[in-house]
């Protein structure tokens, strides 16, 4: 694979490997190639567990969710989940002293998990959440960060980026698409799929069939007691007032390249929101897309 430097819309340098446009995180402007094969082949425990998301689509959330359910209690980790973020730590060996379970997280697509996990049946949770609303998630998160000017508009944004190649970790849709064929194959049954939409409707429900899948066993209390510390605003309060934001500083290139400030995290968590945002036109042009895109895919999203 080939690590190449291309032109963003600001007239920046973009990262571009394997296909793909590339967050600005510190490894990965050093040496994207390098970083790749060292999550690639990174050396796994058989209680890892690995969460995978396409960009924005409620990491942050579900690694807390995690965390609470494999510690049997409602409460926060003081470490962010940047902190474990594969792609984007300055040095991975850092993760060989943490204590286990580990709760690591990727964007990298299914082809570049780590072997071991994919071999060895390691638990992987993946989180799936509607385009539209993935989207608007961006715009804001990039805008906020200033990559792209204050007046930028959002459909200029969704045709030249999120549906272009400058697209952060490549196209949603072949990022779907290829994490719906791992599930298909998986003879392991150690690929948990949960869809955004459904944890945001019915909480309770998705983090006990989570905390099945992680081999939890926790009261029903326990799990509403998660839930509620794991709510958007509480979650955007933790992360303003108890976690450590050191390594979220850490891991990009604040000043330089794409990210001008500090991005924000927290914005809205809402379900629909691209409704705001998406003129007829632009959304009966996103659904002919969708429809050719994903012809041969059975992913039911739930757009609202």
Known sequence: MEERRGKNTQND?????????????????????????EIKNLECRKDDVLLTTFPKSGTNWLWEIICMLLKGKAEYMKEAKTSVFLEAIPDINDINDLPSPRILNTHVPYRWLPKQQVENGGKIVH???????????????????????????????????????????????????????AKMTDKCDSIFVVQYESMKKNPVEETTRLGKFLNVDLSE???????????FQNLKHAAENFKDRSQRMKIMVIGEGAFKQPPNIYRKGEIGDWKNHFTVS?????????????KDSNIKLQFE
């Open 127 to 181: 989180v799936i959440r509607n385009p539209k609303d993935v989207a608007v998630s961006l715009y804001h998160f990039t805008k906020s960060s200033g990559s792209i000017p204050e007046d930028y508009h959002f459909e200029t944004y969704l045709e030249e980026i999120f549906l272009g190649p400058a697209c952060p970790m490549g196209s949603w849709f072949e990022f779907e698409k290829e994490f719906e064929q």
């Open 221 to 231: 209390q326990q799990i509403v007691d998660i839930v509620d510390k794991c709510s």
């Open 13 to 37: 340098e973009r990262i571009v490997f394997d296909g793909m446009t590339l967050p600005e995180f510190v490894p990965l402007k050093k040496d994207a190639k390098k970083r790749f094969e």
């Open 282 to 294: 632009m959304n009966e042009h996103f659904d002919e897309l969708f429809q050719e895109k994903m």
